[in-house]
């Protein structure tokens, strides 16, 4: 079984960047992708972005061109660089691992505790 484990959130101004972490140990099978998704209060997890292991990655069309993934793979750790964040980036934003199939990503079922990103207009 795989463990997450995010880092890296907080209060953060309209503008201002952040930069999410989140380790994975443990066992990883049938997942060859990782990814970030985020839910705000009232409404729904939904996918911020998903790297593969051979590191293409993809983006929700709210935030292509201000945050970027990237990944250690000696260190089993995904990096989710968040610029130019807008009050809408508000959220608790979860780790995952999972199976990516060309524009699809299917979630795994082990999630990280998730960490709190709260933009301040």
């Known amino acids: 079984q795989v463990q997450l484990v995010e880092s890296g959130g907080g209060l953060v101004q309209v503008g201002g960047s952040l930069r999410l972490s989140c380790a994975a140990s443990g066992s990883i099978f049938n997942a060859n992708a990782m990814a970030w998704f985020r839910q705000a209060p009232g409404k729904q997890r939904e996918l911020v972005a998903r790297?593969?292991?051979?590191?293409?990655?993809d983006y929700a069309d709210s935030v292509k061109g201000r945050f970027t993934l990237s990944r250690d793979n000696a260190k089993n750790t995904v990096f989710l660089r968040m610029n130019s964040l807008k009050p809408e980036d508000t959220a608790v934003y979860y780790c995952?691992?999972?199976?990516?199939?060309?524009?699809?990503?299917?979630?795994?079922?082990?999630w990280g505790q998730g960490t709190q990103v709260t933009v301040s207009s």
């Open positions: 790297i593969t292991y051979g590191g293409n990655t």
């Open positions: 995952n691992a999972g199976v990516a199939d060309r524009n699809i990503y299917t979630p795994g079922d082990n």
